[in-house]
Nanobody, 129 residues
Framework: QVQLVESGGGLVQAGDSLTLSCAAS????????MGWFRQAPGKERDFVAA????????SYADSVKGRFAISRDNAKKMVWLQMNSLKPEDTAVYFC??????????????????????WGQGTQVTVSS
């Protein structure tokens, strides 16, 4: 079992930066590709960023590419999402997600919501114009 707790959300102005944190507990964190998703009001949850268990490979949604950066520290069981040049359309609840404890290539990352087995409770990010 894995528990994920996000933090770092808040209310910011357009152009500001925020860093979201995700603290994981449970087994085999270093085996799991991790990801961030977001859900805006009245919309479905969308992929934001993913990172392989080795940290060497990452993937981003086109809407955040060049502005957001995902990183992890396996020893600390932490994942971060650095968000720069925030826009009002980035307003959403942001979720951290972990895959199941299966074998994954060190360079594998997952971008599909169905590929993740564990989810945090989410943290609200609001960007004002």
């Amino acid at each position: 079992q894995v528990q994920l707790v996000e933090s770092g959300g808040g209310l910011v102005q357009a152009g500001d930066s925020l860093t979201l944190s995700c603290a994981a507990s449970g087994r085999a964190f270093s085996n799991r590709p991790m990801g961030w998703f977001r859900q805006a009001p009245g919309k479905e949850r969308d992929f934001v960023a993913a990172i392989s268990r080795s940290s060497e490979f990452t993937s981003y949604a086109d809407s955040v590419k060049g502005r957001f950066a995902i990183s992890r520290d396996n020893a600390k069981k932490m994942v971060w999402l650095q968000m720069n040049s925030l826009k009002p359309e980035d307003t959403a609840v942001y979720f951290c997600a972990a895959t199941g404890n299966h074998y994954f290539s060190p360079n594998y990352y997952a971008i599909g919501e169905s590929q993740y087995d564990y989810w945090g409770q989410g943290t609200q990010v609001t960007v004002s114009s």
